[in-house]
């Protein structure tokens, strides 16, 4: 079965500055990746997506992340964070046949100082 | 945009009651799912449906639990008799397909058992 692991549970960046959060996962096949962020009292929203192809993706709001196989990774990444983007972070993972459920971390948080 | 919209956006009920929590999906979508997310932990699937059937169902999802699409835009999650563990977020969420096509969230109900 899927699973994902996001090692980093909270993070705190200031404004302006870079940001990675880390995602590993695991699959035996090639995996659909998925990030997505939560606001407070709001749903899932779907930052970006991997499923073939060019390991490097690019999202909605400025995020990028970055499949490596040889790492079991997708990281993602923003190059500098606004106030806005503090949130819930969550990486999952789909199965590219077979079962259609997602695999989801357990999130990381988000803090953004001024 | 379109999006997925989910009644209530907060539950309380007695232990022991039934609940019926409700989702209108995306108009053009064609797979349903339910997840949940007790407080502080990951977001777990429960179930899946497609062609007015369940496709998918994880261990959570056990015979106090059901679904149905009483018409063509609502997608229900019954929870027959209700515990204090069934405290949760719960999220409905649509696709187009499987695999490779994402699965759209609503902002969730808050599920509080008594």
């Known amino acids: 079965a899927q699973s994902v692991t996001q090692p980093d549970i909270h993070i705190t960046v200031s404004e302006g500055a870079s940001l990675e959060l880390r995602c590993n996962y695991s699959?035996?096949?090639?995996?659909?990746l998925f990030w997505y962020v939560q606001s407070p009292g709001q749903g899932l929203q779907l930052l970006l997506k991997?499923?073939?192809?060019?390991?490097l993706v690019q999202g909605i709001k400025g995020f990028e992340a970055e499949f490596k196989r040889s790492q079991s990774s997708f990281n993602l990444r923003k190059p500098s964070v606004h106030w806005s983007d503090a949130a819930e972070y969550f990486c999952?993972?789909?199965?590219?046949?077979?079962?259609?459920?997602?695999?989801f971390g357990t999130g990381t948080r988000l803090t953004v100082i001024p | 945009e379109p999006e997925v919209t989910q009644t209530p956006s907060h539950q309380v009920t007695q232990m022991g009651q039934e609940v019926i929590l409700r989702c209108v999906p995306i108009?053009?979508?064609?797979?349903f799912y339910w997840y949940r997310q007790i407080l502080g932990q990951k977001v777990e699937f429960l179930v899946s449906?497609?062609?007015?059937?369940?496709?998918?169902k994880s261990e959570i999802f056990d015979d106090q639990f059901s679904v149905e699409r009483p018409d063509g835009s609502n997608f229900t999650l019954k929870i027959r008799s209700t515990k204090l563990e069934d405290s949760a977020m719960y999220f409905c969420?649509?696709?187009?397909?499987?695999?490779?096509?994402?699965?759209?969230f609503g902002d969730g109900t808050r599920l509080s058992i008594l």
């Open positions: 969420a649509s696709s187009q397909g499987k695999g490779n096509q994402p699965q759209h």
């Open positions: 699959y035996g096949a090639t995996p659909y």
């Open positions: 991997y499923f073939s192809g060019d390991t």
């Open positions: 999952a993972v789909g199965a590219s046949t077979g079962a259609n459920n997602l695999f």
């Open positions: 108009s053009n979508h064609l797979y």
């Open positions: 449906f497609y062609n007015n059937e369940i496709s998918e």
